[in-house]
């Protein structure tokens, strides 16, 4: 046999993309290194499918070159029950009226604000993540509240205020050595609960502090943010109601975005019109101030890093993948997940017996298209001094159920096309011959409705469940859960339900504040009480963040992080349908046995414009 003469060329050796880190792989993709560390510290460096869809969206960001660095601080904050009290602490006092402690969440500050470039960002969430141990944490934080004319807050006492402080100049001596100046907070640690408040409020909030019990199974947590140097003497804003611009200077709304707004702004303002910049897309321009919402500056900030302290127990966060008997399951094309603060435990799937009985499937879908996002502030558009409501537009309902007008404000009704969506799914669900068992809802309106007109399509006489734990996430609701109808009310009103079903979560017992850990975690609670309380097959109907989050952790994946959660509710249109099969070796995605349904946008005619 003839050997094999040497190559003088050998193909260079391939570097596996396993190896490559975050930076890399976005170098590989061909994005400029200033613009790949910008994205990644924008993003918490949660994955590289992030930061290159931060680095798309922010394409037309003037500031995309800049070498402005972020701001990072270190803060300490609450968890668990204490967390649960000051969130409604801050709902109750923010109706009294707004003050200076509505701009940030609970939270003791050990580190104020200092500058860090890009290029470091990880490294200042790796040195908080080896920075203590667990034999120094200690057992508890003790608070003791303090009340004056123009100040209320919680006061930790010395011996923990002093084990805190040396962690602060520990973590601050850490970031000398990096290069970088920062000043740990020396003075006495404490968590405000209200300041630049008027004379008429001291005396609401003073008894709203005195009944707070700031040591009941109080347990926290160290957590690292940044913050867009463009926020600095911003307000920020939630947009509530989405905006397509018609001049060349306006700004494109979209729910889920936070807009930057200059503090004198919104009192200028002499038509309701503010210029804005966009923390989704980094662009600026003029928008209407009454389709988005005042909200806390934190908000947009970004989490790099989370360390618990429970009970003298220390627990680092880390992005890892969990080791389940199944690989987790990506929707759509998502790379990688991230835990958003609280790491979630997800217990390997337990391969099923063998067994004669069908495997089950759950099928979930959004609610179709909702008045008050496609028509905006339609309330007053559309009724009548008297209370009459009239229909000003074919796409808005032929008749809606009776009820006080303002509770359509938080819980609004479908549209005509939004009805005939659901009535088309349900008629493929026929013609792909599925089979349900039972239907659940959400109160909300819009997924009673939704539910009705598919089962009206699938030719079904199936009652509805309506359970309250199906509700999307609470941080929508700034102002508190909205008032639904009653399921005596939805049955007067003409709609099957089951009068007799018992919910799992209660309406009175969802949370009135909540992180998307803890929206994941009570998804995913919710989900297992509904099939192990059910037989046969389940169709689901609620809202968009409703599909990730029913199914995340039921297929073996871990909860996204906020900024990832919001966007991938972008992803999710209305009547977006998402199939969960029971497997022998656990539950896994699939897409439903029928097409999706697409349209495209229909804007307002105007028939003068012929004239």
Not at 261 to 266: G, S
Not at 350 to 373: K, M
Not at 572 to 582: G, Q, T
């Given at each position: 046999?003839?050997?094999?003469?040497?190559?003088?060329?050998?193909?260079?050796?391939?570097?596996?993309?396993?190896?490559?880190?975050?930076?890399?792989?976005?170098?590989?993709?061909?994005?400029?290194?200033?613009?790949?560390?910008?994205?990644?510290?924008?993003?918490?460096?949660?994955?590289?499918?992030?930061?290159?869809?931060?680095?798309?969206?922010?394409?037309?960001?003037?500031?995309?070159?800049?070498?402005e660095p972020r701001e990072y601080v270190l803060y300490l904050c609450p968890t668990d029950q204490l967390d649960q009290q000051l969130q409604r602490f801050w709902l109750r006092s923010k109706e009294l009226e707004w003050n200076g402690v509505h701009n940030f969440m609970p939270h003791i500050t050990l580190v104020s604000?200092?500058?860090?470039?890009?290029?470091?960002?990880?490294?200042?969430?790796?040195?908080?993540?080896?920075?203590?141990?667990?034999?120094?944490?200690?057992?508890?934080?003790?608070?003791?509240?303090?009340?004056?004319?123009?100040?209320?807050?919680?006061?930790?006492?010395?011996?923990?205020?002093?084990?805190?402080?040396?962690?602060?100049?520990?973590?601050?001596?850490?970031?000398?050595?990096?290069?970088?100046?920062?000043?740990?907070?020396?003075?006495?640690?404490?968590?405000?609960?209200?300041?630049?408040?008027?004379?008429?409020?001291?005396?609401?909030?003073?008894?709203?502090?005195?009944?707070?019990?700031?040591?009941?199974?109080?347990?926290?947590?160290?957590?690292?943010?940044?913050?867009?140097?463009?926020?600095?003497?911003?307000?920020?804003?939630?947009?509530?109601?989405?905006?397509?611009?018609?001049?060349?200077?306006?700004?494109?709304?979209?729910?889920?975005?936070?807009?930057?707004?200059?503090?004198?702004?919104?009192?200028?303002?002499?038509?309701?019109?503010?210029?804005?910049?966009?923390?989704?897309?980094?662009?600026?321009?003029?928008?209407?101030?009454?389709?988005?919402?005042?909200?806390?500056?934190?908000?947009?900030?970004?989490?790099?890093?989370?360390?618990?302290?429970?009970?003298?127990?220390?627990?680092?966060?880390?992005?890892?993948?969990?080791?389940?008997?199944?690989?987790?399951?990506?929707?759509?094309?998502?790379?990688?997940?991230?835990?958003?603060?609280?790491?979630?435990?997800?217990?390997?799937?337990?391969?099923?017996?063998?067994?004669?009985?069908?495997?089950?499937?759950?099928?979930?879908?959004?609610?179709?298209?909702?008045?008050?996002?496609?028509?905006?502030?339609?309330?007053?558009?559309?009724?009548?001094?008297?209370?009459?409501?009239?229909?000003?537009?074919?796409?808005?309902?032929?008749?809606?159920?009776?009820?006080?007008?303002?509770?359509?404000?938080?819980?609004?009704?479908?549209?005509?096309?939004?009805?005939?969506?659901?009535?088309?799914?349900?008629?493929?669900?026929?013609?792909?011959?599925?089979?349900?068992?039972?239907?659940?809802?959400?109160?909300?309106?819009?997924?009673?409705?939704?539910?009705?007109?598919?089962?009206?399509?699938?030719?079904?006489?199936?009652?509805?469940?309506?359970?309250?734990?199906?509700?999307?996430?609470?941080?929508?609701?700034?102002?508190?859960?909205?008032?639904?109808?009653?399921?005596?009310?939805?049955?007067?009103?003409?709609?099957?339900?089951?009068?007799?079903?018992?919910?799992?979560?209660?309406?009175?017992?969802?949370?009135?504040?909540?992180?998307?850990?803890?929206?994941?975690?009570?998804?995913?609670?919710?989900?297992?009480?509904?099939?192990?309380?059910?037989?046969?097959?389940?169709?689901?109907?609620?809202?968009?963040?409703?599909?990730?989050?029913?199914?995340?952790?039921?297929?073996?994946?871990?909860?996204?992080?906020?900024?990832?959660?919001?966007?991938?509710?972008?992803?999710?249109?209305?009547?977006?349908?998402?199939?969960?099969?029971?497997?022998?070796?656990?539950?896994?995605?699939?897409?439903?046995?029928?097409?999706?349904?697409?349209?495209?946008?229909?804007?307002?005619?105007?028939?003068?414009?012929?004239?």
């Open positions: 046999m003839a050997t094999l003469p040497p190559r003088k060329n050998p193909t260079p050796t391939r570097i596996s993309k396993e190896h490559l880190t975050p930076l890399q792989i976005l170098l590989q993709m061909g994005f400029p290194k200033h613009r790949a560390e910008k994205a990644l510290a924008a993003t918490g460096h949660r994955s590289v499918q992030l930061a290159s869809d931060w680095l798309l969206a922010h394409v037309r960001d003037s500031t995309l070159d800049s070498t604000f200092f500058k860090a470039s890009d290029e470091a960002s990880k490294q200042l969430a790796t040195v908080l993540e080896t920075l203590i141990t667990r034999d120094e944490c200690p057992d508890s934080i003790d608070l003791e509240a303090y009340i004056s004319p123009n100040f209320m807050g919680l006061f930790v006492k010395d011996e923990q205020a002093e084990w805190l402080k040396s962690l602060a100049i520990k973590y601050v001596n850490k970031l000398s050595q990096m290069g970088i100046s920062a000043e740990p907070n020396t003075k006495s640690l404490h968590l405000t609960l209200a300041y630049q408040f008027s004379n008429a409020a001291f005396e609401p909030l003073r008894s709203m502090v005195e009944k707070l019990i700031p040591n009941k199974c109080s347990n926290w947590e160290l957590r690292l943010y940044s913050k867009d140097p463009r926020s600095l003497n911003m307000n920020v804003h939630k947009v509530t109601h989405s905006h397509i611009p018609r001049e060349h200077d306006e700004l494109e709304l979209r729910p889920g975005d936070y807009i930057y707004v200059p503090e004198e702004a919104c009192a200028k303002s002499i038509d309701g019109w503010v210029e804005g910049i966009s923390w989704l897309t980094g662009t600026s321009g003029y928008f209407p101030l009454n389709h988005t919402k005042r909200t806390a500056e934190s908000d947009s900030w970004t989490l790099h890093s989370t360390v618990q302290i429970t009970d003298a127990r220390l627990e680092v966060i880390v992005n890892e993948i969990p080791r389940t008997r199944n690989p987790p399951v990506i929707l759509s094309s998502e790379s990688s997940d991230a835990p958003d603060g609280v790491a979630v435990d997800v217990e390997p799937m337990q391969a099923s017996e063998p067994t004669s009985l069908p495997l089950r499937e759950i099928l979930i879908c959004r609610h179709g298209e909702r008045v008050d996002f496609t028509f905006g502030t339609w309330i007053p558009y559309c009724f009548e001094p008297n209370g009459c409501y009239v229909r000003r537009d074919l796409n808005m309902p032929v008749k809606i159920p009776p009820r006080n007008i303002k509770d359509f404000q938080d819980d609004c009704p479908l549209t005509t096309l939004g009805e005939l969506q659901a009535a088309l799914i349900g008629e493929a669900m026929k013609v792909a011959k599925m089979h349900i068992d039972v239907a659940f809802a959400s109160p909300s309106l819009r997924c009673i409705q939704t539910l009705s007109q598919i089962l009206k399509g699938f030719q079904s006489d199936l009652s509805i469940k309506v359970e309250p734990g199906l509700m999307e996430w609470v941080a929508w609701y700034q102002n508190g859960l909205p008032t639904w109808m009653t399921p005596e009310e939805l049955s007067n009103a003409g709609f099957k339900i089951d009068m007799t079903y018992k919910p799992v979560v209660k309406a009175s017992e969802l949370p009135l504040r909540e992180n998307a850990t803890q929206y994941y975690d009570r998804s995913y609670a919710l989900m297992k009480s509904l099939i192990e309380n059910s037989k046969g097959n389940i169709l689901i109907v609620a809202h968009a963040t409703s599909l990730p989050a029913c199914t995340r952790q039921l297929t073996g994946g871990r909860v996204p992080h906020v900024t990832e959660v919001t966007r991938l509710v972008q992803q999710v249109p209305y009547l977006a349908c998402l199939m969960a099969k029971e497997g022998p070796d656990g539950w896994q995605l699939h897409p439903p046995p029928f097409p999706p349904i697409t349209h495209s946008s229909n804007k307002r005619f105007d028939w003068k414009i012929l004239t």
